[in-house]
C-alpha cells in the first residue's frame, strides 16, 4: 500500500514539474489536469469588451471557494481569472482572490462569444 502512494506521488510530482497545468485531486484520487488558458486582447474592440465587463460587474458577498479558472486575461497592469458559461459569467482580480464578481449578462454575451471564437 506505502509503494503505490509513493509511486502515485512521484508520478503526481512529475506530472506538476513537467507541465504548465493545475492538479487536481478529486474524491476518488484520480487526477484531473486542468489548464488555465491566457487569453491575448490584441484588438482594441477585444479590449474594449472585457474592460466593460470588468467595470460593470457586480461584487458577490461572502467566502470565494472556486475552482481552477478556464481563462485569465490582461488589462493594463491587472490580471484577472475568468469562468465563463453560455448562462453566466464570474471574474476574480488575481490580486483579491477573496472576492469574486459577476458579469452583466451582456458581457457574458460578448466574452462567451470571444472565447468560443478564439477555440
Do not use: R
Amino acid at each position: 500500500m506505502k509503494v503505490n502512494f509513493l509511486l502515485f506521488s512521484v508520478m503526481l510530482f512529475i506530472l506538476v514539474g513537467c507541465t504548465n497545468e493545475t492538479v487536481l485531486l478529486n474524491e476518488s484520487s484520480s487526477v484531473t489536469v486542468t489548464k488555465t488558458i491566457f487569453l491575448e486582447l490584441n484588438e482594441t474592440e477585444e479590449a474594449d469588451i472585457f474592460t466593460g465587463a470588468v467595470a460593470y460587474s457586480k461584487k458577490e458577498p461572502g467566502l470565494v471557494n472556486m475552482a481552477n479558472p478556464q481563462y485569465q486575461f490582461s488589462i493594463g497592469e491587472e490580471s484577472y481569472f475568468l469562468w465563463i458559461t453560455e448562462d453566466s459569467g464570474t471574474i476574480m482580480n488575481k490580486k483579491d482572490t477573496h472576492t469574486i464578481y459577476s458579469l452583466t449578462n451582456s458581457s457574458v454575451e460578448e466574452i462567451y462569444e470571444f472565447v468560443n471564437n478564439k477555440k
